[in-house]
T-cell receptor, first 114, second 111 residues
Framework: DAMVIQNPRYQVTQFGKPVTLSCSQTLNHNVMYWYQQKSSQAPKLLFHYYDKDFNNEADTPDNFQSRRPNTSFCFLDIRSPGLGDAAMYLC?????????????FGDGTRLSIL | GNSVTQMEGPVTLSEEAFLTINCTYTATGYPSLFWYVQYPGEGLQLLLKATKADDKGSNKGFEATYRKETTSFHLEKGSVQVSDSAVYFCALSDSDYKLSFGAGTTVTVRA
């Protein structure tokens, strides 16, 4: 089935050690999103790509960056993870950047910081 | 700005009970409305959507009607099962295409 795949499902890293989370999609969607979800909270949008056009949210820390080398893949890089960055990270896609387009989510990567 | 307010949880029900989760919204334009469900340890799945006033979204026995006059999109299911235990998020998308989520409602169904 076409889907959004996130790897790994669980990631442990050390305080301050760079980490990369990956997302791939077989939906051929134009838009890819990254969300951060902390325990018992709603997802918070970090940034998104519309094709190759990167769009950062105003309150996303500089510590978080993203790459989209092609339509299918998108990466979330955390340059120097702090304890407050421990969370579930969700990747989502949509066909177009349009209000009536639903977003399709992956199962997430749970990041722990030691 | 846009915002979504949904019923505080947690909600605990017995199997075959009726479920309602209230959701109201504030939006500057004419938003599309969504319900997403998140099962333990998983990402969000689209449950249903409605894109204009009086539309009814339905899926897996769940229903919600877009009520512009009351700015509401309440989720209902007539007979819940244990497998419906999850966190439910109401969300809207407006002219800025971004999803604004409610806080989420945790539903637990007991056998």
């Amino acid at each position: 089935d076409a889907m959004v795949i996130q790897n790994p499902r669980y990631q442990v890293t050390q305080f301050g050690k760079p980490v990369t989370l990956s997302c791939s999609q077989t939906l051929n969607h134009n838009v890819m999103y990254w969300y951060q979800q902390k325990s018992s909270q709603a997802p918070k949008l970090l940034f998104h790509y519309y094709d190759k056009d990167f769009n950062n949210e105003a309150d996303t820390p500089d510590n978080f960056q993203s790459r989209r080398p092609n339509t299918s893949f998108c990466f979330l890089d955390i340059r120097s993870p702090g304890l407050g960055d421990a969370a579930m990270y969700l990747c989502a896609t949509s066909y177009r950047r349009n209000s009536n387009q639903p977003q399709h989510f992956g199962d997430g990567t749970r990041l722990s910081i030691l | 700005g846009n915002s979504v307010t949904q019923m505080e949880g947690p909600v605990t029900l017995s199997e075959e009970a009726f479920l309602t989760i209230n959701c109201t919204y504030t939006a500057t334009g004419y938003p599309s409305l969504f319900w997403y469900v998140q099962y333990p340890g998983e990402g969000l799945q689209l449950l249903l959507k409605a894109t204009k006033a009086d539309d009814k979204g339905s899926n897996k026995g769940f229903e919600a009607t877009y009520r512009k006059e009351t700015t509401s999109f309440h989720l209902e299911k007539g007979s819940v099962q244990v497998s419906d235990s999850a966190v439910y998020f109401c969300a809207l998308s407006d002219s800025d295409y971004k999803l604004s989520f409610g806080a989420g409602t945790t539903v637990t169904v007991r056998a």
